[in-house]
Structure formats: structure tokens, C-alpha cells
């Protein structure tokens, strides 16, 4: 989670955070959400290029790779959604799916390259 935050200090340090927000103003609110899901995603990845370097370095103790799936997996809109009302309305998710958030953390840890995170890019967030 820690890692998560971090990836949001990068963003905010390289001026995407800004421009995100000027441009979520002057969309309609699903398509200013899918803005969001997009900032959330890209932080995760970011997150696991954090742990792929911590991973080489020997700072991660046993069992923390999981702990952070099963995080990424816990938090999804789907997820919390459909545990708090019984369905899910994607249009409303500004976080990502639990598959999204596990996906693109993974290839941020598999990789450990920040040019991999580029999730307004991406074919497929």
C-alpha cells in the first residue's frame, strides 16, 4: 500500500497527477472516472516496480509479493462494489477491477521498468 502511494507521489512529481485532474473537469463523469481507473492502475504498476527492485535487494521478507495480490485483488471496484450492494456499475469504478489492480502490479514487479506503466497507452488497462 505503501508502494501504491509512493507511485502516486511519482506522478504528482512528473506533473501527470495535474494534468489528469484538469482534464477529469471537462469530462463527463464516467469518462472522468475512466481517467481515474487509469491514474490508479498506472500507480500499481508503479508499486510493483518498487517491489521488483526491493525483491532484488533482498528488503522484502517471505510472503509479501502475495500480501500484495491479494491487496490489489481485495480493493477492486468489482470487488468492493458487489460485497457492498450486490452488483457493480463500472462506470462508477475510479480504482480498477481486482484483475486490473493485480495485472498491472505484476508487470510492474515482473519488468521493473517504469516505461512499462504507461497505462493511457496500454491496448488493454
Not at 48 to 64: F, I, S, T
Not at 80 to 93: E, I, K
Request: glycine share 8%; proline share 3%; charged share 25%.
Amino acid at each position: 500500500m505503501i508502494a501504491h502511494e509512493i507511485g502516486h507521489h511519482v506522478q504528482n512529481l512528473t506533473g501527470l497527477s495535474a494534468k489528469v485532474q484538469a482534464q477529469r473537469r471537462q469530462l463527463p463523469e464516467a469518462q472522468a472516472n475512466a481517467l481515474s481507473v487509469l491514474v490508479e492502475l498506472q500507480a500499481d504498476c508503479l508499486a510493483g516496480v518498487w517491489g521488483h527492485y526491493a525483491q532484488r535487494r533482498g528488503v522484502l521478507e517471505p510472503g509479501d509479493i502475495d500480501a500484495a495480490m491479494k491487496a490489489a485483488s481485495a480493493i477492486g471496484d468489482d470487488r468492493l462494489q458487489r460485497q457492498a450492494r450486490g452488483y457493480v456499475t463500472p462506470d462508477s469504478f475510479t480504482h480498477g477491477t481486482s484483475e486490473q489492480r493485480m495485472r498491472w502490479f505484476s508487470r510492474g514487479l515482473k519488468t521493473g521498468d517504469v516505461k512499462e506503466c504507461n497505462t493511457f497507452v496500454a491496448r488493454r488497462p
